[in-house]
């Protein structure tokens, strides 16, 4: 059992910057991978971007390659998703996940998810 909490969504314009975390628990941290998905209302949920249980491997999703960084710190056994350069195309709930077997890009197999944190960027 993995136990997700997202946090540091909220209402930011455009060109902007937000941080989430998501804090975990119920297992050791550093032995899954980590990832964050988005779904906007009305659309499929999007991969965002994965980080390997060292933190050494990261992917993103080409539409937020270069904006967004993904870091774990282990002792703190919390993922972040740093985005910068925010576009109103960003807006969505950002879920937090956990791959306890690979590294992989597709969510529908993750294993766990958190409750989702909603970020929405003006024009």
């Known amino acids: 059992q993995v136990q997700l909490v997202e946090s540091g969504g909220g209402l930011v314009q455009a060109g902007g910057s937000l941080r989430l975390s998501c804090a975990t628990s119920?297992?050791?941290?550093?032995?899954?991978?980590m990832a964050w998905v988005r779904q906007a209302p009305g659309k499929e949920r999007e991969f965002v971007a994965a980080i390997s249980w060292s933190g050494s491997i990261t992917y993103y999703a080409d539409s937020v390659k270069g904006r967004f960084t993904i870091t774990r710190d282990n002792a703190k056994a919390t993922v972040y998703l740093q985005m910068n350069s925010l576009k109103p195309e960003d807006t969505a709930v950002y879920y937090c996940a956990a791959d306890l077997h690979a590294l992989r890009t597709t969510p529908s197999t993750y294993d766990y998810w958190g409750q989702g944190t909603q970020v929405t960027v003006s024009s």
């Open positions: 119920g297992r050791t941290f550093s032995s899954y991978a």
